[in-house]
């Protein structure tokens, strides 16, 4: 508990000891190995269509398909295995909320630095656009911009870059203008070191803990942001399906009864967005020091 | 009388507010000998701090020093583009700020803050940079340098981290540091401390401070030299025990007289009537007449320096010459 040898392992001590982040953390962990490998674990591979039989279509869980195995989940109307769909599309919606994730945490922090770093007009402008940005809806926004550059995984991970990145510069700007002011950096600057080194080396780590937190919520947040654009029809080709579109495409049997279609890619969804949440929460308790015990 | 290492000469800083212009320091004048230590006093607000920014060229806007000059070793300062000032900060001028907390980025480790400013002024090997890192730690009373070096700010106390301030101001073996009231949020014993090692090693090193306080007991016991700041002015200046022994300014006398260890047990501590004016608003001639009971006439205007031997004052009617005309 005492254990004062590196910061990374004070936090990892400090997080072992809420239970339920750990399983959370477990729970992430093995979702995103599920995803990473799912070429290997399910029992068919549902983006090959001669793989598909329409035979085999909307079968109920614990069907046997002209595969010859068991179909545990049952299959979706295009005949693929709901499990392996389920598996693939995890590893899109993985895929897509951390490249967007990171993509923006990128572009905001470097927006959000140079605007408290430079300050005056520089920082007018970026803040300004960023406020005004916030105060659109990021759904719409994503529509639109998903609408003008089309589809596909890069169009989509810009939509999801374009509606975040704010919260990001926010944060970053935030953190960075209190910073800025602290002795250690005006010392720092009043030396002949060159300003990127100040801010490399003395600006930016202090402003990474709050960032963090963002990012756990802001992947989270682009993942079913990035359902939802699936389930309205704007995310990815039909031919390969993420975890929003396979609920969009079971949608229309909910009513008779195969509900299995819809409620296991939602289920899945669900799971991978409530433990990256509670990851998320556990990291922000740990860094925010006004709710600690 | 060897050279100065530093020069200050008529300097005025003033800021420039909506308000009006303040005047935070108004002529200011001083020698400081190599390996010298002088004590700057006053109340808060009374320009020390600012001297202390306007010497190392740290000043923000709206100030400005309007004018006097600040040679260190024959260079002067106010006139250098803010690049060459940069490469003399930190190497030849440094400053302690009051804050320990503050002055060290709880990112880093002491060793890590410790390369970095080496690196801004020299290009040492690694071994060589943690060398002299942990020597400076072992110079300012820290125990175990080299294994402190690998230690964060957090892990140390408010009286270690600024013995680490101090040992980074010392790292390029500056001629002169600013130090700006850098015992003022550390416990006595502490100070008392921090106090004698640094008189020895402006001994040592030969490096000249100037010491930034308001506290007169703590500076008297450190500098060999004082000077008394009201209202952005210096009101007396000369040997620590000369002033203290024998004030001349009214003001030097009264923070004299209000020490606590010149009190009577029991009896109320003395003060000084009224506080410190507004800089907004001087009054025309000296700004401690309002306040002092030895005031007349003449003193709505302003008095000159009086220089006697190595001291001086700016009064008409100076304490222990009643008669203005002895010595």
């Known amino acids: 508990m005492s254990n004062t040898s590196t910061p990374l392992r004070r936090f990892w001590a400090e997080f072992r000891e809420n239970r339920i982040a750990v399983v959370a953390l477990v729970v992430v962990v093995v979702l995103i190995l599920l995803a990473v490998f799912a070429s290997l674990v399910s029992p068919q591979n549902p983006y090959d269509l001669a793989n598909l039989s329409l035979m085999d279509s909307r079968r109920p869980p614990g069907f046997v398909g002209t595969g010859g195995y068991t179909h545990i989940l049952g299959t979706d109307p295009q005949g693929r295995d709901l499990l392996s769909a389920i598996l693939y599309g995890l590893r899109i919606s993985i895929q897509i909320g951390l490249a967007a994730g990171f993509v923006s945490l990128t572009i905001g922090t470097t927006l959000g630095i140079l605007a408290a770093y430079v300050g005056g007009r520089v920082e007018a402008l970026i803040m300004r656009l960023v406020d005004l940005q916030l105060s659109f809806p990021a759904i719409l926004l994503a529509l639109v911009i998903v609408a003008l550059l089309g589809q596909g995984k890069a169009q989509l991970i810009g939509a999801l870059v374009a509606a975040q990145y704010a919260y990001f510069a926010r944060t970053a700007y935030g953190a960075a203008k209190a910073e800025r002011g602290k002795d250690y950096i005006e010392a720092a600057l009043a030396t002949p070191l060159s300003a990127r080194l100040v801010v490399w080396r003395h600006m930016l780590p202090n402003c990474t803990p709050p960032l963090i937190v963002v990012a756990t919520v802001q992947i989270a947040n682009s993942i079913s942001l990035e359902a939802t654009l699936s389930f309205l029809g704007l995310g990815l080709p039909v031919t390969e399906p993420s975890l929003g579109m396979l609920i969009s495409n079971g949608f229309p049997y909910m009513m008779s009864g195969r ?4 409620v296991y ?5 669900i799971i991978l967005i409530f433990a990256i949440n509670i990851v998320g929460d556990q990291v922000r308790d740990q860094f925010n020091p006004r709710l600690r015990k | 009388m060897t050279e100065p290492v530093l020069s200050v000469k008529n ?4 800021f420039f507010t909506r308000g009006g212009v303040v005047k935070a320091v108004d002529g ?3 020698d400081l000998a190599r390996g010298e230590i002088m004590g700057l006093v006053g109340e808060s ?3 020390k701090t600012v001297t202390g920014f306007s010497l190392i060229g740290l000043l923000d806007a709206p100030g400005r020093i309007v004018e006097g000059s600040v040679k260190l070793n024959g260079t002067e300062l106010t006139t250098l583009s803010e690049r060459a000032m940069r490469t003399r900060r930190g190497s030849e001028i440094s400053m302690i700020f009051q804050d320990p907390i503050a002055t060290l980025n709880p990112m880093l480790t002491i060793g ?3 390369r970095l400013a080496i690196d801004a002024h020299e290009r040492l090997s690694p071994q060589a940079a943690e060398a002299r890192s942990a020597e400076l730690l072992t110079q300012v009373g820290i125990p175990s340098a080299k294994a402190r070096l690998r230690a964060y700010p957090h892990e140390f106390s408010g009286g270690m981290r600024q013995r680490v301030a101090i040992a980074i101001a010392l790292l390029h073996r500056p001629a002169v540091i600013v130090a700006d009231e850098p015992t003022t949020a550390l416990d006595v ?3 008392a401390q921090i106090l004698f090692q640094m008189r020895d090693l402006a001994r040592e090193t030969g490096t000249a401070m100037i010491w930034i306080s308001h506290d007169l007991a703590v ?6 030299k004082l000077a008394v700041m009201y209202a952005g002015r210096i009101v007396e200046q000369g040997p620590t025990a000369t002033l203290l022994r024998d004030p001349r300014h009214p003001y030097t006398a009264g923070l004299i007289a209000s020490l606590p260890a010149m009190a009577k047990p029991g009896t109320p501590l003395t003060q000084i009537p009224g506080s410190t004016p507004s800089l907004l608003s001087l009054p025309p001639g000296c700004p401690f007449a309002p306040r002092c009971d030895r005031a007349d006439d003449i003193c709505k205007t302003a008095p000159e320096m009086t220089m006697q031997a190595n001291r001086g004052w700016r009064c008409f009617h100076p304490v222990g010459q009643d008669a203005g005309v002895s010595a």
Request: charged share 0%; aromatic share 10%.
């Open chain 1, 259 to 262: 509900y299995w279609i819809s």
């Open chain 1, 265 to 269: 890619p939602g289920v899945a969804l």
């Open chain 2, 11 to 14: 300097l005025s800083t003033h």
């Open chain 2, 28 to 30: 200011v004048s001083f």
């Open chain 2, 45 to 47: 607000g009374s320009g």
């Open chain 2, 112 to 114: 890590q803050q410790m």
């Open chain 2, 189 to 191: 014993s502490i100070q």
């Open chain 2, 219 to 224: 500076v008297s016991s450190l500098a060999s």
